[in-house]
């Protein structure tokens, strides 16, 4: 009889909250545009605007500054591309060089198109330096690109002091929080950001619905065009149940957020103090902030000295374990992780790196095994 199957890729997606499931349930089930008339309509409409409402109270926002987008990927373009637009042309654009793909790729097309973008380096521990990045900005600089938690280590950058040095200069700030949004608290307002992405399967909601906050008094050229909803920055027919499914799983994240917090933070430890105990530290090197209050509380990446990190990875899933080596949305890619290669990780770990990833209904037991079994396929692997 095979072993139960252990999910530690939480930063990759996180199963449905069957509450949120429940929530979604009469929506999908009964039709209502929202933008129509009769009672149906304004029924879909007033779940809708209350789930809008929910939204901005859990994120720290206005109801007038979210909108509602397909994903993570389509807030990051739809900000990025929005942002950067100018009428005088190209223009420039200051990024880590540590950002998902969502933000690397539009920054990378609009420099294609003729902008300059500058990507000032992290440290060793994969943390931007805000100064840095600030003393880049001139007068053509367009836009400002900097993560709230790094996907790969869970490293969490200094977005608020970076705005606060844009604000000086009228530079609007772009933060990616898809993987923070759900696992650590987000103010958007306290931030000082532009414009913040999240998604709402990475903290136990649905797939295909995300969020683009857009402060007050930000302009922001529209990608899409269709009929004109959510002030026209984002056309298209609500959908409704994926929107009551991302506030639900909001509210939910608020309501247990320290209990899940605490005990992330207690199974992260338990889980990188077991396999350095079991495998020694010169087999097992921790990649990202030593300080674990600045990294997310449920990412654990180790690089494991010697091994491929993708043999290990399909010895574990052999055994049951699901993890990853790093971006979800670049693992089929056969180059190096450009967040390990910019924190300029030995090649002795490059390579050799895992990342593991809790959620909600990770237990100790699930932890504990996920030791075991790791270590087992690590002596595999070394003979």
Same mark, same amino acid.
């Given at each position: ?76 373009? +739809? %900000?990025? #591309?929005?942002?950067? *637009? =100018? ?6 654009? $200051? ?5 998902? /793909? ?59 002091? +970076? %705005?606060? #040095?844009?604000?000086? *200069? =009228? ?6 929080? $898809? ?5 650590? /608290? ?59 499914? +991302? %506030? ?136």
């Amino acid at each position: 009889m095979p072993a139960p199957s252990i999910y530690l890729d939480h930063n990759a997606t996180t199963p449905l909250d069957p509450r949120v499931l429940e929530a979604m349930r009469p929506y999908f089930l009964s039709a209502g545009n929202a933008e129509s008339r009769h009672s149906a309509g304004r029924r879909a409409r007033r779940a809708w605007d209350e789930a809008r409402e929910a939204t901005a109270g859990v994120l720290g926002a206005f109801a007038d500054e979210v909108v509602f987008t397909s994903g993570g990927t389509e807030a990051n373009n +739809l %900000a990025v #591309l929005g942002l950067a *637009r =100018g009428d005088d042309g190209p223009g420039r654009i $200051v990024s880590s060089p540590i950002e998902h /793909p969502a933000v690397a790729e539009p920054i990378a097309f609009l420099e294609s198109r003729g902008f300059a973008v500058d990507r000032p380096d992290v440290d060793a521990e994969g943390l931007a330096d805000a100064d840095l990045m600030a003393s880049y900005f001139d007068d053509r600089t367009r836009l400002a690109a900097l993560m709230l938690a790094n996907n790969e280590t869970g490293a969490l950058q200094p977005v608020a002091r +970076l %705005a606060e #040095l844009a604000a000086t *200069r =009228g530079v609007p700030v772009h933060t990616d929080a $898809v993987q923070a949004v759900g696992r650590i /608290p987000v103010d958007f307002h306290a931030l000082g950001v532009a414009t913040l992405a999240a998604s709402a399967h990475k903290f136990h909601g649905p797939v295909g619905v995300g969020l683009l906050l857009i402060r007050r008094g930000v302009k922001l050229a529209p990608r899409l065009f269709g009929g004109g909803q959510q002030q026209g920055r984002r056309p298209g027919t609500a959908p409704v149940p994926l929107v009551v499914g +991302l %506030a639900t799983a909001l509210e939910l994240w608020r309501a247990e957020s320290e209990t899940r917090i605490a005990t992330w933070a207690r199974l992260s430890h338990r889980l990188e103090a077991g396999l350095i105990a079991a495998l020694g530290p010169d087999r097992v090197v921790p990649n990202g902030p030593l300080d674990r209050a600045r990294r997310l509380p449920q990412t654990v990446n180790l690089g494991f000295v010697g091994i491929e990190g993708e043999a290990l990875m399909i010895q574990l899933d052999l055994a049951g374990v699901a993890v990853s080596l790093g971006s979800a949305c670049a693992s089929g890619s056969t180059q190096p992780s450009p967040t390990l290669v910019a924190m300029r990780v030995p090649p002795d770990r490059l390579r050799s790196s895992v990342r593991f990833s809790l959620g909600a209904s990770t237990t100790e037991s699930d932890v504990d095994e996920a030791v075991l079994r790791t270590v087992a396929a690590v002596e595999r692997l070394i003979g």
